[in-house]
């Protein structure tokens, strides 16, 4: 055979979905893979059946169907303080992963430099990578995840065209608060680079924490890239709806990288998905104080347990401290990924490995998420339980 490309050698495959397909495999509560496991709204589920029917069922405009692009336009427009042209400055995309990607082609060319905060949502680095860009990674330090300023303008001195900002931030629940979004733009403007965010959890917010658009801040619309998705606000991870916003330059052409890639989102889950664009804004509070209860929730029953964990400032992700397992006599010697398997195969409950987040190195977190019933969570914690009688 043929020899393969440099790249494909240079990162694994999602550490997260591999830790999904084991669950199945086992039976176990899946908290690794960040999915809800209830309907999505039923509004949006009867525009579906409607579309199943009537469609459209073809090729809609690649970058995106027209009311789509528009309603969109709306919603957004409201969080980013400006009137965002639906012709001009939208790319429909396959998911919040094709938006990030189409992104980082569209703005790097080989050889350049992108920085990145770790703990990262683990495609970050890939996307570099396969957009020929070389990551550089920014600490966030714990408990409360800050950064060091100064290095990111180190980074920007070494020549970064972008940084991405994950807001807030998968895994570690940080909320980038707007004095911090402001000194970030500020280097990007001075070093002339781009911003490119995921907001995919722009409304998984916590008080006393708000979410602010990096694109809504002086100066920084022509020097933003928004990727987002309407998989975790509307519960349809598996639609694969994403998008784009950002200045027209960039966006068109994004369009063409786009259309190389996927051609087009589906025709018939951008009709029905238009429906929830609409929603008013009590659905985004309603969402936000059911995702504040199961935090809360989650988290009094990891307490109870005696877990270690973190108080996430957004999103739904927890992370564990496990290294008093890991201290342990039967576990001398584990990595964070073996303990995750033993998790899935002895306790029934299915996490991610910290490790596949962090550039250093970290071996003493997992990841779990809340996006789940009452029930779900119920039994998750009930099965947990047992990591105690380790200790005994």
């Given at each position: 055979?043929?020899?393969?490309?440099?790249?494909?050698?240079?990162?694994?495959?999602?550490?997260?979905?591999?830790?999904?397909?084991?669950?199945?495999?086992?039976?176990?509560?899946?908290?690794?893979?960040?999915?809800?496991?209830?309907?999505?709204?039923?509004?949006?589920?009867?525009?579906?059946?409607?579309?199943?029917?009537?469609?459209?069922?073809?090729?809609?405009?690649?970058?995106?169907?027209?009311?789509?692009?528009?309603?969109?336009?709306?919603?957004q427009g409201k969080a980013i303080g400006r009137k965002i042209d639906p012709e001009k400055e939208i790319v429909v995309t396959c998911g919040g992963t094709e938006a990030m990607m189409?992104?980082?082609?569209?703005?790097?060319?080989?050889?350049?430099?992108?920085?990145?905060?770790?703990?990262?949502?683990?495609?970050?680095?890939?996307?570099?990578?396969?957009?020929?860009?070389?990551?550089?990674?920014?600490?966030?330090?714990?408990?409360?995840?800050?950064?060091?300023?100064?290095?990111?303008?180190?980074?920007?001195?070494?020549?970064?065209?972008?940084?991405?900002?994950?807001?807030?931030?998968?895994?570690?629940?940080?909320?980038?608060?707007?004095?911090?979004?402001?000194?970030?733009?500020?280097?990007?403007?001075?070093?002339?680079?781009?911003?490119?965010?995921?907001?995919?959890?722009?409304?998984?917010?916590?008080?006393?924490?708000?979410?602010?658009?990096?694109?809504?801040?002086?100066?920084?619309?022509?020097?933003?890239?928004?990727?987002?998705?309407?998989?975790?606000?509307?519960?349809?991870?598996?639609?694969?709806?994403g998008y784009l916003i950002g200045p027209e330059e960039v966006i068109e052409n994004a369009k063409k990288v786009h259309d190389f890639l996927t051609v087009g989102a589906a025709a018939?889950?951008?009709?029905?998905?238009?429906?929830?664009?609409?929603?008013?804004?009590?659905?985004?509070?309603?969402?936000?104080?059911?995702?504040?209860?199961?935090?809360?929730?989650?988290?009094?029953?990891?307490?109870?347990?005696?877990?270690?964990?973190?108080?996430?400032?957004?999103?739904?992700?927890?992370?564990?401290?496990?290294?008093?397992?890991?201290?342990?006599?039967?576990?001398?010697?584990?990595?964070?990924?073996?303990?995750?398997?033993?998790?899935?195969?002895?306790?029934?409950?299915?996490?991610?490995?910290?490790?596949?987040?962090?550039?250093?190195?970290?071996?003493?977190?997992?990841?779990?998420?809340?996006?789940?019933?009452?029930?779900t969570i119920d039994e998750a914690l009930a099965r947990l339980e047992k990591l105690q009688e380790l200790k005994k």
């Amino acid at each position: 055979m043929p020899k393969l490309s440099d790249r494909v050698h240079t990162f694994t495959d999602s550490v997260i979905r591999r830790m999904t397909r084991i669950s199945d495999e086992h039976g176990a509560i899946n908290l690794s893979q960040g999915f809800p496991d209830f309907d999505p709204p039923q509004e949006i589920m009867d525009a579906l059946a409607k579309a199943a029917h009537e469609g459209p069922h073809q090729y809609s405009i690649t970058f995106g169907a027209e009311n789509f692009r528009e309603a969109l336009a709306e919603k957004q427009g409201k969080a980013i303080g400006r009137k965002i042209d639906p012709e001009k400055e939208i790319v429909v995309t396959c998911g919040g992963t094709e938006a990030m990607m189409c992104a980082m082609m569209t703005i790097c060319n080989p050889g350049d430099k992108v920085m990145v905060f770790s703990p990262f949502y683990e495609n970050y680095g890939a996307d570099a990578i396969l957009s020929g860009a070389e990551p550089i990674y920014i600490p966030l330090v714990p408990p409360q995840y800050n950064f060091d300023l100064k290095l990111v303008e180190e980074g920007f001195r070494q020549g970064a065209k972008a940084i991405i900002v994950c807001n807030p931030s998968n895994p570690c629940g940080k909320v980038f608060s707007k004095e911090e979004l402001m000194a970030i733009g500020k280097l990007a403007l001075q070093y002339d680079a781009f911003v490119v965010t995921d907001e995919v959890y722009e409304h998984m917010v916590y008080a006393p924490n708000t979410h602010t658009c990096m694109a809504s801040l002086p100066g920084m619309y022509e020097h933003t890239i928004t990727c987002n998705s309407l998989s975790k606000t509307y519960s349809i991870t598996g639609w694969r709806l994403g998008y784009l916003i950002g200045p027209e330059e960039v966006i068109e052409n994004a369009k063409k990288v786009h259309d190389f890639l996927t051609v087009g989102a589906a025709a018939p889950l951008q009709e029905a998905a238009t429906v929830g664009l609409k929603f008013p804004q009590s659905y985004y509070d309603d969402l936000l104080a059911t995702y504040t209860e199961k935090r809360a929730y989650f988290l009094e029953g990891l307490d109870k347990i005696g877990l270690k964990h973190n108080v996430p400032q957004g999103t739904y992700f927890v992370l564990i401290d496990i290294q008093e397992f890991l201290d342990l006599p039967q576990f001398k010697g584990y990595t964070d990924l073996e303990f995750c398997e033993w998790m899935i195969m002895n306790i029934g409950v299915a996490a991610v490995p910290g490790s596949s987040f962090f550039r250093e190195e970290v071996n003493h977190l997992i990841r779990l998420h809340f996006a789940r019933e009452k029930a779900t969570i119920d039994e998750a914690l009930a099965r947990l339980e047992k990591l105690q009688e380790l200790k005994k």
